[in-house]
């Protein structure tokens, strides 16, 4: 971020030392008349756009400050199209724009979609529930795209169960399988998590035995790469939508759009509004995670601490019956652990 320059207010008097050593009173500064004219119409575009350059993402610029020690406030002020509330206000408020980059990342043509939004999905309340960015339908196949700036570790897994969730949710009790839809899982990434160079990562279904083999279930997950943009060749628009999200820059009608999709957004005082109550809500599900974690991390600790006194004893032919009353392990688990020690001899 640029940093104006601290210079002498108009008017002020400033002392100097004069080769006498004296000092004396220096002349104020008279500002400078500056020319004014009518603004083009050609330029109005560029100054709504040049008041939106902090949407850049803010992984692109090198000195910032890490989003975890960002107010919410500083967030919203950064937050561009890899923001994720930001990227489901642009996709879902305009369907056009969703739809169109839908095609330009799967190249399909798609008729017409029903925007979902962002959709909260569960099986039922023992197991874990899920919040998708941007759901979409059309006639015939269902869509997730997910903005993702960080590697989680877990994003393959992630893809594996969103898309099982939606499937569940997409069958009505007594319909056939065959009324499934063919499902997409797209994640688009700034980083490259399978570290193989490529742009664009597809997965489905195949025979390991005989790879030409698919197993047809329609089901299909992607992972877009934005760093791995100048590996692309021939798409160009795919390229600069990859591009755009990297430097922040425009090169086509398409990320034009895009960006000023995401400038209106912002300029949306109701946006705002809803955008810290989700960074609320966000900062509070963080919050009870990192609580149930280190009650859960303080048990773990103390159960692989027993496991470990129990190793250490059994090498030393104590019984596993005294070996239970001292470390608060189960016989069984004491008896598992003699065994796996046996069969490490």
Known sequence: MNRDEKTNPAGAQMQTQNPTGTKRLAEPAVPQKQETSKMPKSLARQEMLQKTENLRSPQTHKGLTEPEMLTTEEKWERAGLTDTFIFYKVMTENPDTCRRLLELLLHVKIEKIEILGEKSLGIDTESKGIRLDVYVKDEERVFDVEMQVKDTGELPERSRYYQGVMDVDMLKSGEPYRALKESHVIFICLKDIFKQGLAHYTFENLCLQNPRIRLGDRSLKHFFVAENYD?????KELKAFLKML?????????????????????????????????????NYEKERGYSIGYDNGY????????????TNLLREN???EVIARCTGLSLAEVEEIKNSLLCTK
């Open 318 to 320: 104590i019984s596993p």
């Open 231 to 235: 590996r692309i060749e021939s798409d």
């Open 246 to 282: 990297i430097t922040g820059r425009t090169e086509d009608s398409y990320t034009q759009e895009l960006e000023l999709c995401t400038a209106k957004a912002k300029q949306n005082a109701l946006t705002r509004r809803q955008y810290m109550d989700w960074a609320r809500e966000l």
């Open 299 to 310: 048990d773990s600790g103390l159960h692989q601490k027993a496991v470990e006194d129990a």
